[in-house]
């Protein structure tokens, strides 16, 4: 039922069956099993060690894809040599003539395409695959179209934003991952499938032991995928959109996307920091360089990342970091649940924050501390600043950093649950509004 409404909501036509995994790590080496079971005769039965008869294949994805990508093709046993990673354009969107002229390469080499997977919120800057373009060119080569729309599918839930899963209906499966920008607890991944037939003949296996009167009559969770025993998950998401209704979530999604926006604009604004990245959902990638000082690329690199740890340091905000044209950028994710408010001053006199740090052309030195109205006064704050003055304070209610991948949260929870037992777990649990 939740799989349900998801898939409505985000326009998924009802064509799409639904499943529940873990991660969206996993509903992809499905989908990538799924395609190998289409393009590769008998390889359920055969496998695809010592066949003559199966030439080499190929996976296609941009070079901004998410890891899990790889290790997929790695798990089912294609090789990772097996995927092709197509250069992105300028705005780390997949290449489409590239991805059309390494098609035609390997057709020419004698290599078996068989998927495609572009993806819509990738995870360094949320960039967005062309999905039209690829869905044309997987219909005419007749391979596999995954849509990894693990962070930003659910952006699609608004009437402003449904473009970004345009062409996904075309697709032959679809992740959306609710754990990731959809509130909802780890973990919970929903996959889409229009050919779950395929899917089920790559793992349906039914030994005695399981046989039961029903069968053919149910839809037996078992047979799309490796697992037999299930955790009862689809009751988190259940929850989350009964309790906060259709409304109320387009409107916090909309929030998180109009913050950003307005952190993108200030970053514009200010002469000492650089955006790296367009802001199609709510990431922002940017980074420090100070107007006044001449810094070499690597003596930026290192400033910036003295800069992640400072801040990640207080304990108050969360940055992450990636790589964007070999440039170290950080990263900020609006994606809590109770992020309602974001303050951000860049000023080159700067004011007194909770903490400071200075930078030099020797690099960037000092402290910042935590402060301890932050965990009592309900809104998180700490502030970065630079020699001659500029300064940059963020003052948060709620929480944020929230990573796009999600990965960090458990280490600032931990830290959060750490400073809880100092000044009153369930005062600081309640106010800074982590999810712990
Ligand atoms: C675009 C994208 N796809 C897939 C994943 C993997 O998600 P999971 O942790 O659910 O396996 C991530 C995680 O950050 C992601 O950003």
Same mark, same amino acid.
């Not at 066949?51 to 899990?68: F, G, K, L, M, W």
């Not at 209906?169 to 679809?174: G, I, K, W």
């Not at 007194?352 to 200075?358: E, K, Q, V």
């Given at each position: 039922?939740?799989?349900?409404?998801?898939?409505?909501?985000?326009?998924?036509?009802?064509?799409?069956? +639904?499943?529940?995994?873990?991660?969206?790590?996993?509903?992809?080496?499905?989908?990538?099993?799924?395609a190998r079971e289409a393009a590769i005769p008998a390889v359920r039965a055969k496998g695809l060690a010592a066949r003559s008869?199966?030439?080499?294949?190929?996976?296609?994805?941009?070079?901004?894809?998410?890891?899990?990508?790889?290790?997929?093709? @790695?798990?089912?046993?294609?090789?990772?040599?097996?995927?092709?990673?197509?250069?992105?354009?300028? *705005?780390?969107?997949?290449? @489409?003539?590239?991805?059309?002229?390494?098609?035609?390469?390997?057709?020419?080499?004698?290599?078996?395409?068989?998927?495609?997977?572009?993806?819509?919120?990738?995870?360094?800057?949320?960039?967005? /695959?062309?999905?039209?373009?690829?869905?044309? &060119?997987?219909?005419r080569e007749r391979l596999w179209m995954h849509v990894d729309a693990a962070y930003g599918g659910v952006a699609a839930m =608004?009437?402003? $934003?449904?473009?970004?899963?345009?062409?996904?209906?075309?697709?032959?499966?679809?992740?959306?991952?609710? $754990?990731?920008?959809?509130?909802?607890?780890?973990? =919970?991944?929903?996959?889409?499938?229009?050919?779950?037939?395929?899917?089920?003949?790559?793992?349906?296996?039914?030994?005695?032991?399981?046989?039961?009167?029903?069968?053919?009559?149910?839809?037996?969770?078992?047979?799309?995928?490796?697992?037999?025993?299930? #955790?009862?998950?689809?009751? !988190?998401?259940?929850?989350?959109?009964?309790?906060?209704?259709?409304? !109320?979530?387009?409107?916090?999604?909309?929030?998180?996307?109009?913050?950003?926006?307005?952190?993108?604009?200030?970053?514009?604004? $200010?002469?000492?920091?650089?955006?790296?990245?367009?802001?199609?959902?709510?990431? &922002?990638?940017?980074?420090?360089?100070?107007?006044?000082?001449?810094?070499?690329?690597?003596?930026?690199?290192?400033?910036?990342?003295?800069?992640? /740890?400072l801040v990640n340091s207080t304990g108050d905000v969360f940055l992450s970091h990636t790589r964007l044209r070999g440039r170290?950028?950080?990263?900020?994710?609006?994606?809590? %649940?109770?992020?309602?408010?974001?303050?951000?001053?860049?000023?080159?006199?700067?004011?007194?924050?909770?903490?400071?740090?200075?930078?030099?052309?020797? +690099?960037?030195?000092?402290?910042?501390?935590?402060?301890?109205?932050?965990?009592?006064?309900?809104?998180?704050?700490?502030?970065?600043?630079?020699?001659?003055?500029?300064?940059?304070?963020?003052?948060? *209610?709620?929480? &944020?950093? &929230?990573?796009? +991948?999600?990965?960090? %949260? #458990?280490?600032?929870?931990?830290?959060?649950?750490?400073?809880?037992?100092?000044?009153?777990? #369930?005062?600081?649990?309640?106010?800074?509004? %982590?999810?712990?």
């Amino acid at each position: 039922m939740s799989l349900g409404w998801l898939r409505r909501l985000i326009g998924l036509p009802d064509t799409f069956e +639904g499943v529940i995994y873990d991660t969206a790590s996993i509903a992809t080496m499905h989908a990538l099993a799924a395609a190998r079971e289409a393009a590769i005769p008998a390889v359920r039965a055969k496998g695809l060690a010592a066949r003559s008869d199966v030439p080499r294949v190929a996976v296609y994805c941009s070079d901004q894809t998410h890891s899990s990508i790889d290790k997929a093709v @790695i798990a089912i046993g294609l090789g990772h040599e097996s995927l092709r990673k197509i250069p992105s354009d300028d *705005r780390f969107a997949m290449r @489409i003539d590239a991805l059309r002229d390494q098609i035609a390469r390997d057709r020419a080499d004698g290599v078996l395409p068989i998927a495609v997977v572009p993806t819509v919120g990738t995870t360094s800057t949320t960039s967005i /695959d062309p999905v039209p373009a690829v869905a044309d &060119v997987c219909e005419r080569e007749r391979l596999w179209m995954h849509v990894d729309a693990a962070y930003g599918g659910v952006a699609a839930m =608004l009437p402003s $934003h449904r473009h970004v899963l345009a062409g996904a209906e075309r697709a032959d499966s679809v992740v959306v991952n609710p $754990h990731k920008w959809l509130f909802t607890p780890f973990d =919970l991944t929903a996959f889409y499938c229009r050919r779950m037939d395929v899917l089920r003949s790559a793992f349906a296996l039914t030994p005695e032991y399981l046989q039961t009167r029903d069968a053919g009559a149910v839809k037996n969770l078992m047979d799309t995928g490796v697992q037999l025993g299930r #955790r009862f998950r689809s009751l !988190k998401l259940w929850m989350i959109l009964r309790s906060y209704g259709a409304a !109320k979530i387009r409107a916090v999604l909309a929030e998180h996307m109009r913050l950003a926006r307005e952190l993108a604009a200030w970053v514009d604004a $200010h002469h000492d920091f650089e955006r790296l990245a367009a802001v199609p959902f709510s990431v &922002v990638c940017f980074r420090w360089r100070p107007a006044t000082i001449s810094a070499s690329a690597p003596e930026l690199d290192a400033f910036n990342e003295r800069l992640v /740890d400072l801040v990640n340091s207080t304990g108050d905000v969360f940055l992450s970091h990636t790589r964007l044209r070999g440039r170290l950028a950080l990263r900020i994710a609006i994606g809590h %649940l109770k992020t309602t408010y974001l303050t951000c001053t860049l000023s080159p006199a700067g004011t007194a924050g909770a903490g400071n740090a200075s930078a030099s052309r020797e +690099g960037v030195q000092g402290h910042a501390r935590c402060t301890q109205n932050s965990c009592t006064g309900g809104s998180v704050g700490g502030c970065v600043g630079a020699e001659r003055g500029a300064r940059a304070k963020l003052r948060l *209610r709620g929480a &944020v950093g &929230v990573d796009a +991948g999600g990965k960090r %949260l #458990r280490e600032r929870a931990g830290r959060c649950w750490r400073r809880g037992r100092r000044h009153g777990r #369930r005062n600081h649990r309640r106010r800074s509004g %982590l999810r712990v």
